[in-house]
């Protein structure tokens, strides 16, 4: 994968604007920027910053595997056995 740091740090940014925005709006603020996400009620705005944070986890967890090493895993896997 050639754009691993991309997707890291695309990863973290989830993250944290995901998280930061959900505990803002238990204070009662909100980032200006994210202001769309309230159009459509407290719930489906808390469901899409939730999904913002679990997607930032999947980014990471997604850079981070070692995708050449798993298709030999797998190729080796497939071999039949005599």
């Known amino acids: 994968m050639k754009n691993r ?3 890291t740090i695309s990863g973290f940014l989830l993250i944290i ?4 925005s959900i505990v803002m709006k238990i204070i009662g ?4 920027f994210l202001g769309f996400l309230e159009w459509g009620g407290s719930l ?3 469901i899409l910053k939730l999904f913002m944070s679990v997607a930032g986890f999947v980014m990471i967890a997604a850079a981070r595997i070692n995708w050449e090493a798993e298709k030999r ?3 080796a896997d497939d071999e039949p056995v005599a």
């Open 29 to 32: 603020v909100h980032w200006v």
């Open 73 to 75: 895993e797998c190729a």
């Open 17 to 20: 604007l995901g998280i930061t």
């Open 44 to 46: 489906l705005s808390f």
């Open 5 to 7: 740091t991309l997707l």
